[in-house]
């Protein structure tokens, strides 16, 4: 399996525009997951999905992001408009826990995002 | 918010040592991961401990849980240059809308 893939790996935008992140979990996995790492807050939680439902949006920052999952092989992140401080890694994950049992989560390998 | 908090925030040893990290949470758990992200990587998930369990290993890798203390501790045994990268703890709450919340991780730099 090639894992979860996350696209694309670095984008640079400036202050206002839109940008639209992508994963693709693994197949079989029924729980994604973003998250936003930063230096000075760390990993956050942003949302998460369960069996293509979103479970629990309290991470999301602000109505600037919102996050969709059409089907069980794809999920988008989008920011709009964005701003300097939404400058972080974008990570996604996927798992295959039990019900509400999150279980081992995989990782992509992150979504540089800098917004100038 | 942060639920898991590591200790130390850094540490430095040489290739041969053991490491230990130290991980405190602040609510009742379902159970607790240690993970690992090597330098501009995704994290990697390395052991799973059980609110029921008291001590797992893995390998080179011993973890401890204390759920009276609300701690974790990750012990890597005869460290290796390739341990070089940062370790987080995360902690799958209790609740019907269960969840993990990662730590604010120990970076371990292994020198040789």
């Known amino acids: 399996d090639a894992g979860v893939i996350q696209s694309p790996r670095h984008e640079v935008t400036e202050m206002g525009q839109e940008v639209t992140l992508r994963c693709k979990p693994i197949s079989g996995h029924n729980s994604l997951f973003w998250y936003r790492q930063t230096m000075m807050r760390g990993l956050e939680l942003l949302i998460y999905?369960?069996?293509?439902?979103?479970?629990?949006d309290s991470g999301m920052p602000e109505d600037r992001f919102s996050a969709k999952m059409p089907n069980a092989s794809f999920s988008t992140l989008k920011i709009q408009p964005s701003e300097p401080r939404d400058s972080a890694v974008y990570f996604c994950?996927?798992?295959?826990?039990?019900?509400?049992?999150?279980?081992?989560?995989?990782f992509g390998e992150g979504s540089r995002l800098t917004v100038l | 918010s942060q639920q898991g908090e590591e200790d130390p925030q850094a540490l430095s040893i040489q290739e041969g040592e053991n490491a230990t990290m130290n991980c405190s949470y602040k609510?009742?758990?379902?159970?607790l991961q240690w993970y690992r992200q090597n330098s501009g990587r995704g994290l990697v998930h390395l052991i799973l401990?059980?609110?029921?369990?008291r001590e797992k290993h893995s390998g080179r890798l011993r973890v401890t849980l204390d759920t009276s203390k609300k701690s974790s501790s990750l012990l890597i045994t005869a460290s290796r240059a390739a341990d070089t990268a940062s370790y987080f703890c995360a902690t799958e709450t209790t609740g019907t809308a269960s969840k993990l919340t990662f730590g604010t991780g120990t970076r371990l730099q292994v020198t040789l």
């Open positions: 401990i059980r609110s029921n369990e």
């Open positions: 994950a996927s798992t295959s826990g039990t019900g509400w049992r999150t279980g081992e989560l995989f």
């Open positions: 609510t009742s758990i379902n159970n």
């Open positions: 999905f369960n069996n293509n439902v979103p479970i629990d």
